[in-house]
């Protein structure tokens, strides 16, 4: 599938100043980075632009300040660990403001080749509310703009989109056009069987999703915590279980739309139950098996069944495509991790091209020890499943096209 957008392969950029959206939003514990993988996955497009001789401005969010600059959310630490990634110096611009005096300072005394961090673009109350004055300072900086910054396309901030109203030579950056690439194929032009895995919490979180992957899937697993308001809809009790009960009209919807379009329609036959959830959230805990129909009321499911497991695994095993999204269980805690663990293992060992749709999954599979197994690992979050609905995404609908 085409991508339809300018790349930085095709972007002229010797000499010129070229602003890059990465998404450095990485997880922070008193001020030390605890996953670069962002980071990491930033590298080939601002080593391309080095080697091509840009002056590369870098920019991000991190966290969400509410209330201008916040020390615990500046991007210091991140122009630390990117330096020796890139094995040379990365200034740290550091202004409140964004663009402000040490911005222009330092990017005023760039040459060919160096690169500038500017400061969290979070600390202008302008950036999230996609506020002109903001992007025209942005832009002043710059002679062309580069987004990679795939895991906040799904927003459209004066950094991700906003910024291209004054800067018209725009190009999606290598990390954007791998992961449209990937989550592109996979939805859109998938090798059958396509299977799609999906789980999490909340059932509300993936209203669109399943809505529209039912459009596109052979088979749609459902696991995790939204499993039980499908449950709940088929007539099951289910206890003290997560339940929305204000989407059991949709779900018994999806399984009616599932049975028209020939869709198979995978949901936990059994589950791991306790009495409570357990707190702190890796505190050894007391469970059961039961069938998914057998939920005694006082008693809530936090994991899929052995059983379903199998299940689960067989329909990844007959696969040629498998994209997942949202852990099986509340695989935080060992003794509930078996589901998750199982789909992960299922789909590293299956020849299939597999795709992990990000956030807790990403984190997931990497806990478990499968990152290195998957054909790709998003690091979107909210994007890739926007993406997986099926909608544009502002930050890639915002780059001219090819
Ligand atoms: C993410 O981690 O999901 C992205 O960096 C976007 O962050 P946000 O949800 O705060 O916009
Ligand atoms: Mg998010």
Redesign the pocket.
Known sequence: MGLGKKTVEELDVRGKKVLVRC?F?VPMKEGVITNDNRIVAALPTIKKLIENGGKVILCS?L??PKNGPEEKFSLAAVAVRLSELLGQEVVFANDDEVVGENARAAVAAMKDGDVVLLQNTRFRKEETKNIDTFSKELASLADCYVNDAF??AH?AHCSTAGVTDYIKDTAVGYLMEKEIRYLGNAVNDPERPFTAILGGAKVADKLNVIDNLLEKVDTLIIGGGMAYTFLAAKGYGIGKSLCDETKLDYCKDMMKKAEEKGVKLLLPIDTVIAGSFPDPIDAPIDVKTVAADEIPADMEGMDIGEKTRELFADAVKASKTVVWNGPMGVFENPTLAAGTLAVAKAMAESDATTVIGG?DSAAAVMQLGYGDKMTHIST????SLEYLEGKELPGIACIQNA
């Open positions: 998404d939003n969010h966290g969400k895991g906040s927003r956030g979107g979050g909210g994007a």
